[in-house]
């Protein structure tokens, strides 16, 4: 294992230490927008779950971009962009004081995510041989959670529910970040692969590329089911739990389910990605899917804090099949001159990000905070809708690899 972490490139290093303070800080405040908007601005459900949901909005129409012009421009350019107007919009978040303004930065916080974490994750498959993309994924998804194992609790110490300082803790730490990696770019620049804007198709053309790929399409589809899962675990259940009578200090609760979530991924990711690469990659997917599924309507079950914090470790488990297999997914179905272009139509899948909290907000205002299972049950059916896709991209799939080994041998014998 030292063997194989000595010779990750050193950007590589950067994006994933970067991302372990990124989350750091953004779990330290984004987890709590809802709870502020409620408990201090007075903004009702339905309010809160449409701000929140603008970010991953803003993110689906603009995520295909981002990855785009990062394969006809190179990463660098768009990566630097990027990380430094995030850090701005963090200050922004800091300055708001009503609503709409909330509504606009978190609109810019989904943008900037959108355009830098394809165009980063395209980066790691560039620096990276084929041997070490697994190791060098997960080292990306650990540090996420290393990062969101702290950021909740501290927020929480920080007072992030009535306080935007955190928000300008946020900001100053990714301004530090672009500067790592302006650095990293310039020492490293001679190792960097060469992005010829000849051999990467317009737009339209590589638009219509993804579009056809049948097993790329109903990823896509069936990852939106998944993904609304977290946007329900961040929106939804953190309102429930915080205005829910039944939970006493339900805001305190909330953070040590975040913390569970993010310890849980720690602790599990390394047993669970051993046993998941014997398979392929959509098998994970399918099983993280049911799980989430499970967990959501456990949700609505829960009266204690034991059955809470069972259903947040399945939860969890749910979520690590999902990420740790889906970068790995889309790396081994895109093209080589579109990988970046892959990475970004992917994000079209945080169309559940932008469903869930509404969903939520709606069935929290129709059936109120006590009523657990008029909730829940119903988001979790809905999050089972994701299985019957990607069972048929795992057949074409198993098809596509069938097909191009069958050509291979052809040629040979030719």
Known sequence: MKQHLQQIHPLAWTIIVGTMFGRLVTSMSIPFLSIYLVQVLGATPTQTGITVAVSSLAGILI?????????????????????????????GFAAAQELWVFFLVNMLNGICRAVFEPSSRALLSDVTPAKHKLLVFNLRYAAINLGVVFGPIIGLQLGSVQSKFPFIVAGIVYIVYGLVIFLQFTLHRSALPVHNDVTTPRLREALTTTGKDGVFVSVLIGTIFCIMAYGLFDSTLAQYLTMNTHFSNGKQLFS??????????????????????????????????????????????????????????????GEVLLASMMDMLIDRISKPELKGTYFGVIGFNNLGNVIAPVIGGLLLDEFGMQNGPAVFLPLGLIIALGIPFLLIAKKKLAARERDAVQAREHMDIA
């Open 63 to 91: 995520s295909f971009y981002g990855g785009y012009i990062s394969d006809k421009i190179g990463r660098k350019v768009i990566m630097l962009i990027s990380v430094f107007s995030w850090a701005g919009v963090f200050f």
């Open 256 to 317: 040590y389910m975040l913390s569970l979530n993010a310890v849980t991924v720690l602790v599990m990711q390394y047993p669970v990605v051993r046993i998941a690469r014997r398979f392929s990659p959509l098998v994970p997917l399918i099983l993280g899917n049911a799980l989430l599924a499970c967990s959501m309507m456990l949700f609505g079950l829960a009266g204690g804090i034991g059955l809470m914090s069972f259903s947040v470790v399945l939860f969890t488990i």
